[in-house]
């Protein structure tokens, strides 16, 4: 099992920044997928970008592409989402996930998730 904390959601106006941490915790030894995805208000769950460390694949929705950056630290057993050039449209609660195998934005392909965090970004 790996277990999977959020934080640094936040309000913000737009054109700003926030960054995201998803703490894992738990047998992660063979967690090689880290992901984020999000769920605005009324909306499906979108995934925004994921990050695959055994051969260093990454991967970004179109909407997020040049403006989010997905990255992670294993010695902190920690991954980020840096959000720069934000917009209201990118207003949502935003979710960690992870798994062992090749993952990208689809949600099916985690078996591991956070609780959420808030991002609103106001016009």
């Known amino acids: 099992q790996v277990q999977l904390v959020e934080s640094g959601g936040g309000s913000v106006q737009a054109g700003g920044s926030l960054r995201l941490s998803c703490a894992a915790s738990?047998?992660?030894?063979?967690?090689?997928?880290w992901g984020w995805f999000r769920r605005a208000a009324g909306q499906e769950r979108e995934g925004v970008a994921s990050i695959y460390t055994r051969d260093g694949s990454i991967y970004y929705a179109d909407s997020v592409k040049g403006r989010f950056t997905i990255s992670r630290d294993n010695a902190k057993n920690t991954h980020y989402l840096q959000m720069n050039s934000l917009k209201p449209n990118d207003t949502a609660m935003y979710y960690c996930?992870?798994?062992?195998?090749?993952?990208?934005?689809?949600?099916?392909?985690?078996?591991?998730w956070g609780q959420g965090t808030q991002v609103t970004v106001s016009s």
């Open positions: 738990g047998y992660t030894y063979s967690t090689y997928c």
């Open positions: 996930a992870a798994d062992a195998y090749p993952c990208g934005g689809d949600s099916f392909r985690y078996n591991y």
